[in-house]
């Protein structure tokens, strides 16, 4: 069936009586859509906000390509083609059974087997990972190579669980989930709370259960299928992408102060190549509290902090115990804003969590001077917070275009795994590095395209969602 007006007049009828956004364009679209949105998947605010964002942007493709409408590829596209969601029992040290909640999100396949991280965090619900998993589709698209997105994970924490706890619970995680992906179909990867440890614990069971090795999940272990670059990726993407930002304005990293958030695998790579480039960085949290270093968090620091958070599974107030002239700040939920976002820098790269900038710290960021915010963590600032940035017409990457070099070396984790060969870390780093001027070029050239010039938040979903888009026009009604 052609999707662009070959229907017969009765069909078209019935289907503008159906689609009451059928007649609506720009803002009246956004609206009636996001109504739809609400309705149909109710509490799921995290959803709700990513679908919000990218069809605000892709109003300004709709109404300029109306074979999209047509196609109804927008309401294709925030509906998941399959979402998995399974018990997962395990026995904790003590002899309980214990019992989480498993879920993969397989969001889109038009352009490549479904890819995106597993979380593993007590806050993980369907809203979140479907969030996730759309904000992924899009993402995947912008880094030039064949994947398509899905997202996954469980309510589990692994925060104050046992090596061996852990390792149960992944090989009971996996042996539910190994029947839905593959190669060729699904391929997860880390998020929140899985590292190297829960993927090694996860391929072990895949490959046990299944009888074959083969590349099924990305940031494998350096001597079982993984890619040199994979741990560093996407922190190295996000300055990367930052670099391309400040030279847009004829300026670069060197000598800037720059706040960090988190202390996971993004934050600590986003530290180090910071460093690498003459930056200096002040400050570093967790979900208790965050440091303030004012003399800079170098090299001999940085190995401290990974120690701590890698092998130790420590918390970010030893920091302040073990360097002095720094300082801790333990969370405060009453003030109902981070006031780590309150300390005087030039650039911000949040690398924790989903809104971790509210429209306060926002606002703090400017008032202090912050003229770039290169975003590590998914979705980290609030729709209110994203509106002044842009308005404030600093230096703003979005998380789907800043961060995608993660994905961007777990896609070439999968080719290397398929040539079965591995390339060296400097060709690594060196396509890395290749593919997060591409995306920034990608965003930067849409956002001109549309009208928009600099908004890299419309140039992003708008270059990621045409391919997509332009896919699914070719596969027919899939
Ligand atoms: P890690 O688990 O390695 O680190 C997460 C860090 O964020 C920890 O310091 C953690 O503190 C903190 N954190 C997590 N949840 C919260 C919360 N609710 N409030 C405050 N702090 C919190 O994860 P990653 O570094 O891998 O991921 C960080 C972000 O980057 C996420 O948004 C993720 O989706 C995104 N991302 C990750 C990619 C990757 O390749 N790993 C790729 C692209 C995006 P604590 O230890 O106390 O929980």
Same mark, same amino acid.
């Given at each position: 069936?052609?999707?662009?007006?070959?229907?017969?007049? +009765?069909?078209? #009828?019935?289907?503008?009586?159906?689609?009451?956004?059928?007649?609506?364009?720009?803002?009246?679209?956004?609206?009636?859509?996001?109504?739809?949105?609400?309705?149909?998947?109710?509490?799921?605010?995290?959803?709700?906000?990513?679908?919000?964002?990218?069809?605000?942007?892709?109003?300004?493709?709709?109404?300029? #390509?109306?074979?999209?409408?047509?196609?109804?590829?927008?309401?294709?596209?925030?509906?998941?083609?399959?979402?998995?969601?399974?018990?997962?029992?395990?026995?904790?040290?003590?002899?309980?059974?214990?019992?989480?909640?498993?879920?993969?999100?397989?969001?889109?396949?038009?352009?490549?087997?479904?890819?995106?991280?597993?979380?593993?965090?007590?806050?993980?619900?369907?809203?979140?990972?479907?969030?996730?998993?759309?904000?992924?589709?899009?993402?995947? +698209?912008?880094?030039?190579?064949?994947?398509?997105?899905?997202?996954?994970?469980?309510?589990?924490?692994?925060?104050?669980?046992?090596?061996?706890?852990?390792?149960?619970?992944?090989?009971?995680?996996?042996?539910?989930?190994?029947?839905?992906?593959?190669?060729?179909?699904?391929?997860?990867?880390?998020?929140?709370?899985?590292?190297?440890?829960?993927?090694?614990?996860?391929?072990?069971?895949?490959?046990?259960? *299944?009888?074959?090795?083969?590349?099924?999940?990305?940031?494998?272990?350096?001597?079982?299928?993984?890619?040199?670059?994979?741990?560093?990726?996407?922190?190295?993407?996000?300055?990367?992408?930052?670099?391309?930002?400040?030279?847009?304005?004829?300026?670069?990293?060197?000598?800037?102060?720059?706040?960090?958030?988190?202390?996971?695998? =993004? +934050?600590?790579?986003?530290?180090?190549?910071?460093?690498?480039?003459?930056?200096?960085?002040?400050?570093?949290?967790?979900?208790?509290?965050?440091?303030?270093?004012?003399?800079?968090?170098?090299?001999?620091?940085?190995?401290?902090?990974?120690?701590?958070?890698?092998? *130790?599974?420590?918390?970010?107030?030893?920091?302040?115990?073990?360097?002095?002239?720094?300082?801790?700040t333990p969370v405060n939920p009453a003030l109902g804003y981070n006031?780590?976002?309150?300390?005087?820098?030039?650039?911000?790269?949040?690398?924790?969590?989903?809104?971790?900038?509210?429209?306060?710290?926002?606002?703090?960021?400017?008032?202090?001077?912050?003229m770039l915010v290169s975003e590590g963590a998914n979705m980290p600032?609030?729709?209110?917070?994203?509106?002044?940035?842009?308005?404030?017409?600093?230096?703003?990457?979005?998380?789907?275009?800043?961060?995608?070099?993660? =994905?961007?070396?777990?896609?070439?984790?999968?080719?290397?795994?398929?040539? *079965?060969?591995?390339?060296?870390?400097?060709?690594?780093?060196?396509?890395?590095?290749?593919?997060?001027?591409?995306?920034?070029?990608?965003?930067?050239?849409?956002?001109?395209?549309?009208?928009?010039?600099?908004?890299?938040?419309?140039?992003?979903?708008?270059?990621?969602?045409?391919?997509?888009?332009?896919?699914?026009?070719?596969?027919?009604?899939?």
């Amino acid at each position: 069936m052609s999707t662009t007006g070959t229907m017969t007049p +009765s069909t078209k #009828h019935d289907v503008g009586a159906m689609n009451p956004l059928k007649n609506l364009t720009g803002k009246a679209y956004v609206a009636a859509l996001m109504e739809q949105v609400k309705a149909k998947n109710p509490a799921e605010p995290e959803f709700h906000q990513a679908v919000e964002e990218v069809v605000d942007s892709l109003s300004l493709v709709l109404d300029r #390509h109306p074979e999209y409408r047509a196609a109804h590829i927008i309401e294709r596209l925030i509906e998941a083609e399959r979402v998995i969601l399974f018990r997962v029992p395990w026995v904790d040290d003590n002899g309980e059974m214990q019992v989480n909640r498993g879920f993969r999100i397989e969001m889109n396949s038009a352009i490549g087997p479904y890819k995106g991280g597993l979380r593993f965090h007590p806050s993980v619900n369907l809203g979140i990972l479907k969030f996730l998993a759309f904000e992924q589709v899009l993402k995947n +698209s912008l880094t030039t190579l064949p994947m398509g997105g899905g997202k996954g994970g469980t309510d589990f924490d692994p925060k104050g669980k046992s090596d061996n706890e852990v390792m149960h619970f992944c090989q009971s995680f996996m042996t539910e989930l190994f029947r839905h992906i593959g190669p060729d179909t699904d391929v997860p990867a880390g998020d929140i709370g899985v590292g190297g440890r829960e993927l090694g614990f996860l391929f072990g069971q895949y490959k046990r259960i *299944r009888n074959e090795f083969t590349g099924v999940l990305t940031g494998k272990g350096r001597n079982w299928g993984g890619s040199l670059i994979r741990p560093e990726a996407t922190g190295y993407g996000c300055v990367y992408f930052a670099v391309e930002m400040l030279a847009g304005r004829g300026e670069t990293l060197k000598g800037k102060t720059c706040l960090v958030s988190g202390s996971g695998n =993004v +934050s600590q790579y986003t530290v180090e190549k910071i460093n690498d480039l003459g930056g200096k960085v002040v400050t570093l949290s967790d979900s208790n509290g965050f440091i303030f270093d004012p003399a800079g968090i170098d090299a001999t620091k940085l190995a401290f902090v990974m120690d701590l958070k890698n092998k *130790r599974r420590g918390r970010i107030e030893e920091y302040a115990k073990k360097f002095p002239g720094s300082t801790y700040t333990p969370v405060n939920p009453a003030l109902g804003y981070n006031p780590m976002w309150d300390v005087k820098a030039e650039c911000a790269f949040p690398s924790a969590t989903q809104n971790e900038i509210n429209v306060t710290d926002a606002k703090n960021l400017l008032k202090n001077g912050c003229m770039l915010v290169s975003e590590g963590a998914n979705m980290p600032t609030t729709l209110d917070g994203v509106k002044l940035f842009l308005d404030a017409k600093i230096l703003y990457g979005p998380a789907k275009a800043a961060n995608a070099g993660g =994905v961007a070396v777990s896609g070439l984790e999968m080719s290397q795994n398929s040539m *079965r060969y591995s390339w060296t870390r400097e060709e690594v780093d060196a396509k890395l590095h290749q593919i997060m001027k591409s995306i920034y070029k990608a965003a930067s050239d849409a956002a001109i395209e549309y009208g928009t010039p600099g908004n890299l938040v419309n140039g992003a979903n708008i270059a990621g969602f045409i391919k997509v888009a332009d896919a699914m026009m070719d596969q027919g009604a899939v």
